[in-house]
């Protein structure tokens, strides 16, 4: 790309101001603690999760994990 980017002053318009939502490096860092147990589930609820965890290229098991950790926090 050789073209060179000519900048103007002209107005934007209409501009909104979002507020800043992301988390910040030091949240994204840090890991939750975990413990690992066993746990017997059935396949439905297996396939299930890894179907959906497919389709949102993730581990079925964080979902698992996510889903018992907001279920608790509502507890």
């Known amino acids: ?3 060179k980017i000519k900048y103007t002053d002209e107005p934007l318009g209409k501009v909104n101001v979002i507020s800043d939502f992301l988390p910040s490096p ?3 860092a840090l890991k939750d603690e975990t413990v690992k147990v066993t746990i017997s589930l059935s396949k439905t609820s297996i396939d299930f999760f890894k179907k959906e ?6 581990q079925y098991q964080k979902m698992i994990r996510r889903l018992l950790d ?3 926090a509502h507890q």
């Open 1 to 3: 790309m050789t073209a």
């Open 26 to 28: 030091e949240e994204l």
């Open 53 to 58: 965890a497919k389709k949102y290229n993730t």
């Open 70 to 72: 907001e279920y608790s």
